[in-house]
């Protein structure tokens, strides 16, 4: 199975920060690379897709990137509705693993 | 708009079996493929996985395997998963999501609201 790694596991901002989360997959997935957002007791909802394509109705401060070996999700700044637990997860090839989580929290 | 609704929550009792149903709306249901993702209490995203709307081929997680079997009605667009032999590792909420493709990527564009199952004696 690809491993998924995140990091960090969880970070603290304050509203207007820039904010990066890193992904690293076990071996190369292309570009099938997609991230989300869960609020406490919702589901997940769809930021990224392709590692750099924005979902539709998903706001401009969010922005995906490949770089070296991994992968990069950026909230250039970060809003109070952006405080939550952030996943990665590779579609390269089954299973279709997620990364661990990134939990954003307020400073 | 697409839409995908999930039956309501479930207490099972160890050893025992859970189905869960996703009904689609929105779309061409045939056109998409429906993962199922678990989430249990305080921890991450699971994938157990995925059944193709079209042929019903299904792909799962080993870990699962053979405890585990999704399927599809296409007449009613509702996709459903059960799991046998329930343990308390098996307490999590369970999500359907669109297994969407487009652009040439793959992603779960849409998700339903889950469903909480628990496993208690």
């Known amino acids: 199975d690809i491993e998924m790694t995140q990091s960090p596991s969880s970070l603290s901002a304050f509203v207007g920060d820039r904010v990066t989360i890193t992904c690293r997959p076990s071996?190369?997935?292309?570009?099938?690379l997609s991230w989300y957002q869960q609020k406490a007791g919702r589901a997940p909802k769809l930021l990224i897709y392709?590692?750099?394509s924005l979902h539709s109705g998903v706001p401009s401060r969010f922005s995906g990137s490949a770089s070296g070996t991994g992968f990069n999700l950026t909230i250039s700044s970060l809003q109070s509705e952006d405080f939550a637990t952030y996943y990665c997860?590779?579609?390269?090839?089954?299973?279709?693993?997620f990364g661990q989580g990134t939990k954003v929290e307020i400073k | 708009q697409v839409q995908l609704v999930q039956s309501g929550p479930e207490v099972k009792k160890p050893g025992a079996s859970v189905k869960v149903s996703c009904k689609a709306s929105?779309?061409?249901?045939?056109?998409?493929?429906i993962s199922w993702v678990r989430q249990a209490p305080g921890q991450g995203l699971e994938w157990m996985g995925m059944?193709?709307?079209?042929?019903?081929?299904?792909k799962y997680a080993q870990k699962l395997q053979g405890r585990v079997t999704l399927t599809i009605d296409t007449s009613t667009s509702t996709a459903y998963m059960e799991l046998r032999s329930l343990s308390s590792d098996d307490t999590a909420v369970y999500y359907c999501?669109?297994?969407?493709?487009?652009?040439?990527?793959?992603?779960?564009?849409?998700w339903g609201q889950g469903t909480l199952v628990i496993v208690s004696s």
């Open positions: 392709g590692a750099s």
């Open positions: 999501a669109r297994d969407f493709m487009g652009s040439g990527w793959y992603y779960f564009d849409y």
């Open positions: 997860q590779q579609t390269y090839r089954f299973p279709r693993t």
């Open positions: 929105g779309y061409t249901f045939t056109t998409s493929g």
């Open positions: 059944i193709n709307s079209y042929n019903h081929n299904a």
């Open positions: 071996e190369s997935i292309s570009r099938y």
